[in-house]
């Protein structure tokens, strides 16, 4: 890391970016910011009313603070950088600066695939088997879970990012990407990189795959116990609290499978940068508004909150 700290700013990457400066750029670039307050406030917002609501201190949620945790980490670590490089026209990253936004992003965008995964696990253990529920997510069980995600997430991380950065770049240092992107990094280095490639494309298939087949599991049998119940009222109960998730997961698995799981020869820089535009900053800023305008719960945990404030300001 120190050698990484101390090269020159001759060893800096240009980020091509995503906007030029004609007028309906502006507008997109104006229209990504608004995404990114919003993101920014509503992931704040539900992880302090999970914290601060007692109502709200089960396992559920708990996993929801986690993906907001980690959502309100990923916008922060890829748009400031993009906002502060289109509004002075510097379009340059360090080479430090590259690696940690490579490891961070790299990090988070696994853990939520993992977390999203074991978050239907809850859900299947919530409708399947709700008696057995209080032990089968217990407190401990959750911090595993949570903690699992992480882990694997953060290895994931480390390990590409110390591998790109250590590959030699004598050549052209034009990302063609807004944030420094794994694949679009490979493309620079002058030494043969095909073995890195298959071995992150290895890697992208377990990071996505394990967590979806968990899913797809999770939610046959899901699918099943409704299919079993008696009354319409328990059903529509059932199918509500995995709505939710299932919309969540559709959002992030969909933009994440389309950029990482297509042949190299159907990938394009263009196509590239929109869908990484989608997963981090419309999805983070999504995540919680799909979760909180469609949950009572939450609603009323905001309402009780607003009451809160309005009675202390009177006073």
């Known amino acids: 890391m120190e050698t990484w700290m101390n090269r020159s700013s001759t060893d800096d990457f240009i980020l091509l970016g995503i906007f030029s400066y004609c007028t309906i ?60 490089n289109f509004l ?67 290895l994931d991380g480390i390990i590409q990012m110390v591998a790109v950065m250590t590959f030699p770049y004598c050549g052209s240092r034009n990302v063609d990407h807004f944030f420094c992107e794994v694949s679009a990094l490979l493309k620079l280095p002058c030494a043969d990189t095909s073995f890195f490639e298959n071995l992150i494309f290895a890697c992208c298939v377990f990071m996505l795959l394990v967590p979806f087949t968990i899913i797809v599991a999770s939610y046959t049998r899901i699918l099943a116990a409704v299919l079993r119940m008696r009354s319409t009222q328990a059903r529509k109960k059932a199918l509500a609290t995995c709505s939710s998730h299932l919309t969540a997961v559709s959002l992030f698995y969909g933009a994440a499978m389309f950029i990482y799981l297509r042949p190299k020869r159907y990938r394009t820089p263009s196509h590239d940068k929109v869908v990484s535009v989608f997963y981090t900053v419309l999805t983070p800023m999504l995540n919680p508004l799909i979760y909180s305008l469609r949950n009572r719960e939450v609603m009323g945990a905001l309402k009780k909150g607003l009451d809160h404030c309005r009675i202390v300001s009177h006073h």
């Open 88 to 154: 002075s026209g510097i379009k340059s990253i360090s080479f430090a600066g590259c690696g940690i936004q490579i490891g961070f992003f790299v990090s988070l965008v696994g853990s939520e695939g993992l977390l999203l995964g074991l978050m239907a696990y809850d859900r299947y253990v919530a409708i399947s088997h709700p008696l057995h529920y209080p032990i089968l997510m217990s407190h401990r069980a959750c911090l595993q879970i949570a903690g699992g995600s992480w882990t694997f997430g953060v």
């Open 25 to 84: 750029d502006f507008v997109l670039f104006s229209v990504v910011m608004m995404v990114f307050t919003v993101a920014l406030c509503a992931n704040v917002l539900l992880i302090s009313l999970i914290y601060i609501d007692p109502r709200l201190h089960t396992p559920m949620y708990f996993f929801l603070s986690q993906l907001s945790l980690m959502d309100l980490m990923l916008v922060c670590n890829i748009v400031p950088k993009m906002a502060v």
